[in-house]
């Protein structure tokens, strides 16, 4: 027998509370199946069969699922290709309307186009919502309807257009979700994976981080940092849950939150800074792209105490603090001249909180070549940000191992790299002008 139902189709936005595409499903008519697909697209370009991500979905996951249970419901889950999954599904049932939330990134808009004709031949409505941002696209543009490309005034338009609904909470009942016997989701071992030692907690507003993190954010020995972009990047935090308790307790918080939307709008209308800088004079830089120093970055032996404590934690915890993230960056383009690309990538394998719009957007900022006011010669010097920023060495000696030991002599010395920036950058612009 084919039930007829409406399908919710979770992906970032993994919660069953406060998810704006989940209360329209649920308020379709038809009990609502739930559904999540490991997209065997996505876990095939994942070489690390420990890979902290796909624990913390699959976690993430098996709580709903329980919650699910105690409703006499289940969330049920797929292996295998979209389309192909979506296939089978709409064999199984009758359909009647697939519900999810509205993904930003270029691979991800195709992915949702392709299913959306598919269900079109089916002459099933395909309905998605905002729900991961409080304004998407072009909600917020120049008075000429251009998008933005400045930080700046895209968040003064920003905070001048937010209202208190944008920020209210989407209600969830659970009476219309599809009845069904407890099952369970796929395991770890059956998408090719294991345990990677990451617990998953429900993601909670901390107001002792919150109320001073614009104090505190900078010095990463005192980790006074929310921890969030985990859940923000899956979806198991509200964003409309974080700008409403920004906007009470801390405006430099709400900041960090309008520019992770200024980058995925960026993302969204101008799709080529994936593989392209924004400022496109700046794809004629020179860089060195020098294969040894590259790696001595990734494993954090360039010398420089600050720059090795940010890898050596990321590569050990998949977390850096954000002021260390801007360091290392920048020490990669500009004192070593290997090209932004390939840290991004690395970043990309490495990072729990791994964004594309946001790893990309903040890349681009340390390379001079986004979209950003600042010239390129910004470059941070690492001695002096240690200085300012952990001054004690606290977080140097927690996270740096070669430290003191005086075995790892510098990669380069400070001043000769930017000199050395400086003069291949403004060649580069320069043949851009002729």
């Known amino acids: 027998?084919?039930?007829?139902?409406?399908?919710?189709?979770?992906?970032?936005?993994?919660?069953?509370?406060?998810?704006?595409?989940?209360?329209?499903?649920?308020?379709?008519?038809?009990?609502?199946?739930?559904?999540?697909?490991?997209?065997?697209?996505?876990?095939?370009?994942?070489?690390?069969?420990?890979?902290?991500?796909?624990?913390?979905?699959?976690?993430?996951?098996?709580?709903?699922?329980?919650?699910?249970?105690?409703?006499?419901?289940?969330?049920?889950?797929?292996?295998?290709?979209?389309?192909?999954?979506?296939?089978?599904?709409?064999?199984?049932?009758?359909?009647?309307?697939?519900?999810?939330?509205?993904?930003y990134e270029p691979q991800a808009i195709?992915?949702?186009?392709?299913?959306?004709?598919?269900?079109?031949?089916?002459?099933?409505?395909?309905?998605?919502?905002?729900?991961?941002?409080?304004?998407?696209?072009?909600?917020?543009?120049?008075?000429?309807?251009?998008?933005?490309?400045?930080?700046?005034?895209?968040?003064?338009?920003?905070?001048?257009?937010?209202?208190?609904?944008?920020?209210?909470?989407?209600?969830?009942?659970?009476?219309?979700?599809?009845?069904t016997a407890a099952t369970e989701i796929h395991s770890l071992s059956e998408l090719a994976f294991q345990k990677a030692g990451i617990p998953f907690q429900k993601p909670e507003l901390d107001i002792r981080i919150i109320k001073d993190y614009d104090l505190y954010r900078n010095f990463p020995a005192m980790d006074h940092t929310t921890h969030l972009g985990m859940a923000l990047r899956f979806g198991t935090i509200s964003i409309r849950k974080c700008v409403a308790f920004a906007l009470y307790h801390n405006e430099t918080w709400l900041s960090e939150l309008i520019w992770r939307e200024f980058f995925m709008q960026v993302l969204f209308h101008f799709p080529r800074v994936v593989n392209q800088s924004f400022k496109t004079q700046y794809d004629y830089i020179d860089f060195r792209n020098n294969e040894s120093e590259f790696e001595r970055w990734c494993n954090g032996e360039t010398g420089y105490p600050i720059v090795d404590a940010g890898m050596h934690q990321l590569n050990k915890t998949g977390f850096m603090h954000n002021r260390v993230r801007m360091i290392v960056a920048s020490f990669l383009c500009k004192h070593l001249l290997i090209d932004w690309r390939w840290g991004e990538a690395y970043f990309a394998n490495q990072l729990n909180d791994y964004d594309l719009a946001a790893n990309n957007g903040n890349w681009q900022w340390a390379a001079g070549t986004g979209c950003d006011a600042a010239p390129y010669f910004r470059i941070f010097n690492p001695a002096a940000q240690s200085l300012k920023f952990d001054k004690d060495f606290k977080y140097i000696k927690k996270w740096n191992p070669h430290y003191d030991q005086n075995i790892i002599k510098p990669i380069v010395e400070h001043e000769v790299a930017r000199k050395r920036c400086l003069a291949v950058y403004k060649k580069a612009l320069q043949q851009t002008q002729i």
């Open 1 to 103: 027998m084919k039930y007829s139902v409406a399908i919710f189709w979770f992906r970032r936005d993994l919660r069953l509370e406060d998810n704006v595409g989940l209360h329209q499903a649920l308020t379709s008519g038809y009990p609502v199946l739930p559904i999540f697909i490991f997209d065997t697209q996505i876990l095939g370009k994942l070489s690390n069969k420990y890979d902290r991500r796909v624990d913390y979905i699959h976690q993430a996951l098996h709580q709903m699922n329980s919650q699910l249970h105690q409703k006499q419901s289940a969330l049920q889950t797929f292996y295998g290709n979209p389309l192909a999954v979506f296939e089978k599904i709409t064999d199984t049932y009758h359909v009647q309307a697939v519900y999810c939330n509205r993904d």
């Open 110 to 179: 195709q992915r949702d186009n392709a299913i959306e004709a598919y269900l079109q031949e089916k002459n099933i409505p395909f309905y998605t919502y905002k729900d991961q941002v409080i304004f998407e696209q072009s909600e917020i543009v120049k008075s000429d309807g251009l998008p933005y490309t400045v930080f700046t005034p895209y968040a003064k338009k920003w905070r001048a257009a937010l209202q208190e609904g944008h920020y209210a909470a989407a209600r969830i009942s659970f009476d219309h979700f599809f009845k």
